[in-house]
């Protein structure tokens, strides 16, 4: 059973920074993608940020809006991928989720989730 457990959210200023955590459970193998969705009420679910966890690749992808202030990263032997965001704006205050596809990733355009966290409130706001 995969389960996905985010944890890092919470308030912090204009230009503030915050890193967010994914512990990844229930995989058998490495050949799976996790990504970073956002969604704010009233608006769509958003893509952030992907990264393959196969030991063979490491691929990452951005969407504009955060490229140059956010970084994904992973640790392999922690199961856990961060989401490491600098430089923050009022305009990123949402519900961050993570959430894992199974198989190769091709990049944050065509991530299609099939498990997800439970999600974590990150606020910018002063």
């Known amino acids: 059973q995969v389960q996905l457990v985010e944890s890092g959210g919470g308030l912090v200023q204009p230009g503030g920074s915050l890193r967010l955590s994914c512990e990844v459970s229930?995989?058998?193998?490495?050949?799976?993608?996790i990504g970073w969705f956002r969604q704010v009420p009233g608006k769509e679910r958003e893509g952030v940020s992907c990264i393959s966890m196969s030991r063979d690749d490491g691929s990452t992808d951005y969407a504009d809006s955060v490229k140059g202030r956010f970084t994904i990263s992973r640790d392999n032997a922690k199961n856990t991928v961060y989401l490491e965001m600098n430089t923050l704006k009022v305009e990123d205050t949402a519900v961050y989720y993570c959430?894992?596809?199974?198989?190769?990733?091709?990049?944050?355009?065509?991530?299609?989730?099939?498990?997800w966290g439970q999600g974590t409130q990150v606020t910018v706001s002063s």
């Open positions: 229930g995989f058998s193998s490495d050949v799976y993608g």
């Open positions: 959430a894992a596809e199974e198989g190769f990733v091709y990049g944050l355009r065509y991530f299609r989730p099939d498990y």
